[in-house]
């Protein structure tokens, strides 16, 4: 088997990446067309199928040991990000799992989501919609994530009366009775 070099390893880790993160294309893009002509001329002695093994065998390395972010993963680190508390928390993770249902928001990416929650989730508490901190960690401008979380809203006021099982979870003390709470949607 041919050595490969660090930069064909790079070049691999890179397919890895880009198959198992939730990315943005148009920062992809943005970060890929900067570099696309050098990644060109590294990547045109290598076959189609070259790849595709080379990726396995990092993969296989890996044990497949990977994680694929979910809104939940995102959810956590934007909760941090905006020095959440318990309500905050709580009332987060009632909106993402009310996105869980909805056919309608399977185009939005999972960090998305999970940023449109948090968004929702500070507004009905009354705090800053957004925060430099936020915009830091989630890489979206609040400008950004506003039509997602009307899109959430809307889809949270039009779910069917046999999918309310997430609703009556989030009536209970355990989760702080946070689905009773009448969501700010002012935006």
């Known amino acids: 088997m041919r050595k ?5 390893f790079v070049i691999w880790c890179t397919f890895v990446i880009v198959h198992t993160h939730d990315l943005r ?22 076959r189609l199928l070259q790849i595709i093994s080379m990726e396995e065998k990092i ?12 809104a939940h993963a995102f959810l956590v680190r934007f909760l941090k990000a905006a020095h959440a508390d ?8 009632y909106i993402l799992d009310g ?3 909805s056919y309608n928001l399977l ?42 979380a009307r899109a959430v809203l809307a889809e949270k006021s039009s779910t069917a009366t046999e999918l309310r099982a997430v609703n009556k979870k989030y009536t209970s003390s355990r989760y702080g009775g946070v689905a009773n709470m009448t969501l700010n949607c002012d935006f």
């Open 59 to 70: 993969l296989k390395s890996l044990e497949y040991n990977i994680t694929i972010p979910s």
């Open 99 to 101: 996105t869980l249902q």
């Open 107 to 148: 185009h939005y990416l999972p960090s998305q989501l999970a940023a449109a929650a948090v968004y929702i989730a500070r507004r009905t508490v009354g705090r800053n919609s957004w925060s430099p901190t936020l915009l830091k960690y989630a890489n979206y401008r609040e400008e950004e994530i506003t039509p997602i």
């Open 86 to 93: 318990k309500r905050i928390v709580q009332l987060s993770c």
């Open 4 to 8: 490969f070099t660090h930069q064909s």
């Open 25 to 46: 294309y148009d920062l992809l893009l943005f970060v890929l067309s900067t570099c696309i002509r050098k990644f060109r001329e590294l990547t045109a002695h290598f």
